[in-house]
């Protein structure tokens, strides 16, 4: 039998936001042999916008991030625990931006953003300290990594910042920080960055669409090369060490997750390189 037919088991919690008064799904998809192993301890890879990365009958795109799959078929990955936070639909937007949004040629827009800095909170002092009671974790920084796609990727970056004491690892999927630029990037040179942290940056030479481009004026797969390439600069300026960063550009692939989830496996080989 293929090595990769075996189950993993995953396991649904509803934790309470106190900033929005409402609770929010979030998932956690177990190592094998978990339940066997009682002496071992697992790092752990948080990823945004939980309900696209388990099944595709969920996913926005119909198509998901085949974590699952990601999981069994790469057995050369360490074993580690992923846990899937839940985006807040309509308010995604809001939770994934820290800041109101300043860059758009509809004034409405100036309306939307702002709540990142909550979500993170939510993320690192209710998520993690939950994960950390329930399961058995490997809790250090060097041990955490944080995934996102897109706004996803935005607040992960955020986050790999404002949280880098607690984050070892990041993956930034499709960066769409043009959308806050000047904020973050007044923010990112006025900070101090982890020279370790482990950074793997994505994006392709195709991404951009309508939607986006009621956001911004311009060639929006210009747009999102643009904004990785930024990062890129902005990591080696703060110190991070060349070798913790993987940039990779990819020809002719576009905004969704059927790319992401191409690529999800290498991301977490990187981050992991490190792992004990």
Same mark, same amino acid.
């Given at each position: 039998?293929?090595?990769? %037919? ?5 396991? @649904? ?8 008064? &409402? ?5 956690? !998809? !177990? ?5 066997? /192993? ?10 945004? /916008?939980?309900?696209? *990365? ?22 050369? !990955? ?17 939770? %994934? ?20 800095? &909550? ?17 058995? @974790?490997?809790?250090?920084? #060097?041990? @955490? ?18 949280? +880098? =004491? ?5 993956? *930034? ?18 900070? &101090? ?6 950074? #793997?940056?994505?994006?392709? @030479?195709? &991404?951009? =669409? ?6 911004? #004026? ?5 747009? %999102?090369?643009?904004?990785?390439? +930024? #990062?890129?600069?902005?990591?080696? +300026? ?39």
């Amino acid at each position: 039998m293929n090595q990769s %037919y075996f189950y993993l088991k995953l396991e @649904t919690h509803q934790l309470h936001m106190s900033y929005k008064n &409402e609770k929010r799904r979030v998932r956690v !998809l !177990l190592p094998k042999n978990y339940e066997e /192993d009682q002496d071992k301890n697992y790092p752990v890879v948080y990823m945004h /916008d939980g309900q696209n *990365i388990f099944y595709s009958s969920e996913s926005y795109s119909g198509y998901s991030w085949k974590v699952i799959p990601a999981i069994k078929q790469n057995q050369d !990955l360490p074993r580690m625990i992923v846990v899937g936070i839940d985006n807040g639909g309509q308010n995604r937007i809001n939770e %994934y931006t820290p800041w109101k949004i300043t860059e758009s040629p509809l004034p409405e827009d100036f309306e939307l953003g702002g709540k990142g800095v &909550e979500f993170a909170s939510f993320v690192m002092t209710v998520v993690k300290p939950f994960i950390d009671k329930q399961y058995r @974790t490997k809790p250090d920084k #060097y041990h @955490t990594a944080v995934i996102g796609s897109s706004l996803g990727g935005n607040i992960s970056a955020f986050m790999g910042v404002e949280y +880098k =004491d607690q984050i070892g690892g990041l993956g *930034i999927f499709s960066l769409a920080n043009w959308i806050t630029s000047k904020a973050f990037d007044q923010y990112i040179a006025s900070q &101090e960055l982890d020279p370790e942290q482990r950074v #793997y940056i994505q994006v392709g @030479t195709q &991404e951009g =669409d309508d939607t986006d481009r009621q956001f911004m #004026y311009g060639n929006m797969k210009q747009a %999102y090369i643009d904004c990785s390439l +930024k #990062y890129y600069k902005q990591l080696i +300026k703060g110190s991070v060490s060349i070798d913790s960063i993987s940039l990779n550009i990819y020809a002719d692939e576009v905004h969704d997750e059927k790319a992401w989830a191409k690529h999800l496996p290498e991301c977490l080989r990187f981050l992991s390189e490190k792992w004990s």
